[in-house]
């Protein structure tokens, strides 16, 4: 093996060293969910004093976000590309910035330097034999950031598993940051009784030998409970938890009858626990490649019986989806949501499933509306839109009228909210 240590050995510094790189005005893009760099994120925090009007873009950060945090504003702006809980007060606030982009196009935001970027900040595996070092949970867009950058940080963490698919070669990192630190960790959600529900109507969906893509959470967790009967399903999807080890354990996802990619789970990024980091870890099966492959719609739709499974936090009557917005405020993001709908609705015999709870804020709210919430997005489109589905049953919404889809919408609210959501539809002229 060639002693990389020796060959690099000017590139190996310190996290403090490294991210003295960063200068006022930089735009820095940073390692995605679980494949965050904990170490160099802590270290450009701590040079905040120095540092004026840096650009801090990711996706969701799992970390502390602190560079979002009050106080922080003339340091570091976020951008984020999807808000999760660690930078939603900022967003809200105004501190911080949401920019809407499908998942499937964050890489050509860079490449095509619609977004320049300045410095990436990436967690990497010990390398191979060749140097080349597995970008283990996280390929997303990293490599796309760094291929367009001045300077490519890469923490290299021997906890990080060496995933095969994406890589990048030590050539192409200009600073190593050597530490090794366990991955964040996202641990399995509680899935309650409407998530089982939930789960049922939707595993009812599924056939034999279809693929899937699942997003986090209860309801995909709880869809993976009722599969234990499938035979031959197959994973294409952005990303996975531990919840799929269960069934490619018991021989359930075999992933035999994918048309590309036969054999293989196919994903993006990684969130789990550490079981299911070591279950990647060098397994042949397991084939992590950019997310401008795994998410683009024609990859996608060349899957016979793809199923994508997502939710959203409410549907109205004609179909539209918002799965990122409470009233003006932005909760979430488009992520990989309509980069699976169209991509299965390009697939023979394919399906895009919404699965939500009927109804939200302790049941006070029916997710299933007569419109979207003032200032709401709508995230999939009444033409996209497919299945909905609630623990109340499903609605095949493709092909259907508005006047059609009303109806067949109410059939799987909540009860108590039937009746006024019928009166609605009878005003505008529905029913
Ligand atoms: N009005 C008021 N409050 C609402 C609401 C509404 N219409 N809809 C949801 N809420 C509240 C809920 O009650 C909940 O609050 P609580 O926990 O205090 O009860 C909170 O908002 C979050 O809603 P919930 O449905 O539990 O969110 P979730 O964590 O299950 O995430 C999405 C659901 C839709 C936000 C998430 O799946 C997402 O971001 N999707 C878009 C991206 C995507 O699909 N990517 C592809 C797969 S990775």
Known sequence: MINWKQKYANKIMSAEDALKQVRSGDRVVTGHACGEPPT???????????????????????GPAKYAQMGMEGSFRHNSLFVGAATRKAVSEGRALHTP???????????????PVDVT????????????CSLGVS??????????DRVTIAQMNKYMPRTLGGKIHLDEIDCIVEKDEPLIELKPPAIGNIEKAIGEHVAALIED????????????????????????????????????LTLAEAGVVTNKKKNINTGKFVATFLMGTKKLYDFVDSNPDVWMQPVDYTNDPNIIGQHDN??????????????????EMIGPNQFSGVGGQLDFVRGASRSKGGKSIIALPSTAAKGTVSRITPELDRGSAVTTSRNDVHYIVTEYGSADLRGKSIRERAKALIGIAHPDFRESLTAKAKEMGLI
């Open 40 to 62: 160099l994120v802590r270290a450009l925090v701590d040079r905040a004093p120095e540092l004026k009007d840096v650009e801090v873009v990711h996706m969701v950060a799992m």
């Open 101 to 115: 982009c499908f998942f499937s196009e964050i890489p050509r935001l860079f490449t095509w330097r619609i977004l």
């Open 121 to 132: 900040l990436m967690q990497v595996a010990p390398p191979d034999e060749e140097g080349f």
């Open 139 to 148: 390929v997303d867009y990293t490599l796309a950031a760094s291929r367009s």
């Open 209 to 244: 030998g279809s693929t899937l893509q699942l997003g986090i959470g209860a309801i995909p967790d709880a869809v993976l409970l009722f599969l234990k009967h499938k035979k031959d399903l197959g994973i294409h999807s952005e990303m996975f938890s531990d919840g799929i």
């Open 306 to 323: 793809m199923v994508s499974i997502n939710s959203a936090l409410q549907v109205d009557f004609m179909g539209q989806v918002n799965a």
